[in-house]
């Protein structure tokens, strides 16, 4: 898809970088338009190592070319982040007077504009009545978030993380130029209620210690705050995850496998829930026993230099009971995760294969993890599989928010 990203001059210009990143690193082909003001901000070298195309903001560069009006003309979509309350109101008023305003006025395609200003700029009547003139003609104004500014100041008026911005920049694309079949909207999961376990179960060995795993949660938080900015209603059953809450989640927490179990169990008794997203790390045993004092350790010196040993039971398999509670059924849609390394006795895909055999669930996430691999990272890379096909939708390199994303695009459609 070819893709015009604007850049305005706010001090979030550097921001747009990421974007930039994210969108090529898709298989998008980027021509970065800055203003003038955004290359006091970020010089055109950056954009142009970055997006391996020339740059410029000035109409009178390649001419012959008929830039001004061919980038608008050829664009598939066009994306300006961040827009200043300049930038918002030049083109609610139609203004053309550099690459970039030409470009907004000849595009024929979505246009999506990510605001970034303080926030009495942001609720200023003209940059509201800019904001709404832009909606009423089609364009995408995305909410700016609120948080840290410039300065010691707070409050609406923060550029959106650069995965929230091309997650809704992509979904204004319709049909193959965008996610598939246009699943992806803003909106395809509105009325719906789902439920997110996300981070790692801890199983205690007493007051001090527990048996745990290294799940971040950054996966499963960025699967809840998907489906929130999708429509839906979402319920996060978060276990030891210390990241700030997604907006507009209803957080639940717990510790361990068994509370993680009734927690989700609460929930389903409820009703009305069309999908469950299994993304936490379950710890599949606990020890058998709980001390309720510390375990001391033993010294040489006193004639004794041995080490405890833990016996180790199994935790409820979680998953497959969620499969065995529908009673065959397909309410909830169920979707688990599977963390492998892979052994001797198959690759990741391999025993990825076989854990849907057992589980029964409509869609399994795979991804391999060890050292350095998924856990507590950034980005991640997942292959989605589902029951009576071999085929496997592999997703990433890439950010969890764009894994997050893809997951809904493929769970979505099936809700029915």
């Known amino acids: 898809m070819r893709v015009v990203l604007g850049v305005s001059g706010g001090i979030a210009a550097y921001k747009a970088a990421l974007v930039l990143r994210l969108l090529t690193e898709a298989g998008h082909a980027v021509t970065v338009v800055p203003t003038s003001a955004a290359l006091r901000f970020v010089g055109a070298p950056t954009w142009e190592a970055l997006s391996g195309r020339p740059v410029t903001s000035e109409v009178w560069d390649e001419v012959p070319a008929v830039n001004h009006v061919r980038l608008g003309q050829e664009a598939d979509l066009v994306l300006v982040a961040p827009a200043t309350a300049d930038l918002l109101a030049r083109a609610a008023h139609g203004l053309a007077d550099d690459l970039l305003t030409t470009t907004l006025l000849t595009a024929r395609c979505p246009v999506v504009l990510a605001p970034a200003m303080h926030t009495e700029m942001w609720s200023h009547p003209a940059t509201v009545a800019n904001v709404e003139l832009l909606r009423s003609r089609g364009v995408t104004v995305i909410e700016p978030a609120t948080g840290r500014l410039t300065g010691p100041d707070s409050g609406p008026g923060r550029l959106p993380e650069p995965e929230e911005i091309v997650t809704a920049a992509l979904a204004a694309v319709p049909g193959p130029g965008g996610p598939p079949d246009g699943a992806a909207s803003r909106g395809d999961l509105a009325g719906r209620h789902v439920v997110v376990s996300a981070g790692g179960t801890r199983e205690p060995l007493d007051p001090v210690r527990f048996l745990g795993n290294r799940s971040s949660g950054k996966q499963g938080y960025a699967v809840a705050a998907e489906a929130a900015v999708r429509g839906a209603r979402v319920t996060l059953v978060a276990a030891n995850v210390a990241l700030p809450d997604p ?170």
């Open 247 to 416: 907006d507009g989640c209803e957080v639940v927490r717990v510790g361990s496998a068994r509370e993680l179990e009734a927690a989700l169990g609460a929930v389903l008794d409820g009703g009305g829930v069309d999908a469950v997203v299994m993304a936490a790390a379950v710890a599949d045993f606990r020890p058998a026993t709980y001390a309720a004092t510390k375990i001391k350790k033993t010294h040489a010196d006193e004639g004794d230099d041995s080490a405890p040993v833990v016996e180790l039971v199994r935790n409820p398999d979680v998953l497959a009971a969620l499969v065995a509670r529908r009673a065959g059924g397909r309410t909830p849609y169920l979707v688990g995760f599977a963390a492998e390394t892979g052994d001797a006795s198959g690759d990741v895909l391999t025993l990825a294969r076989a854990k849907l055999r057992r589980k029964g669930c409509d869609l399994l996430v795979a991804n391999d993890v060890g050292d350095d691999k998924a856990f507590g990272q950034d980005e991640n890379t997942v292959h989605l599989l589902r029951p009576g096909t071999d085929e496997v939708v592999t997703v990433g390199p890439a950010t969890k928010a764009l894994v997050a994303a893809a997951v809904w695009d493929a769970v979505a459609p099936d809700l029915v």
